[in-house]
């Protein structure tokens, strides 16, 4: 599956890395090779937002992935976010982009912050015209 994605090498081994250091991401890797609880209040905390989607998590050379998107640690998430905005794209284009490749929690709230803190997305969008 990490063949088809669209993810270098670098980014894999980057992401490995990243994965080991990560408390949270080796909670949910033993979680995901255990099995999960019938119920969500009896996982652990940081790992309750992975819940609704246990049945699509995979962990494929040693990265956590949900369906064919990576699970970015929470360490890269912020220099992963600013990767997929490089472009100024605006909040739609930039949301689909990061849709096809990761996933974590939050991420199109932390997008659309992102973009809506951006001076440059801001000059460019469309603005309502005046009366």
Not at 19 to 47: F, P, S
Request: overall charge neutral.
């Amino acid at each position: 599956m990490m063949s088809n994605a669209s993810v270098s090498t670098e980014r894999a081994n980057q992401l490995k890395e990243c994965t080991e250091q990560d408390e949270t991401t080796q909670r949910l890797m033993k979680v995901i090779a255990n099995g999960w609880q019938r119920n969500k209040t009896n996982v652990h905390g940081d790992i309750q937002v992975y819940f609704d989607v246990r049945d699509e998590l995979t962990v494929e050379n040693g990265i956590v992935m949900e369906g064919q998107q990576v699970i970015v640690p929470k360490p890269l998430q912020e220099e992963y976010i600013t990767r997929v905005h490089m472009g100024h794209l605006g909040v739609d284009a930039t949301l689909r982009k990061a849709q096809q490749t990761m996933y974590f929690p939050d991420i199109n709230k932390m997008i659309r912050d992102k973009i809506g803190s951006c001076s440059i997305c801001n000059c460019m969008k469309k603005h309502q015209r005046k009366e």
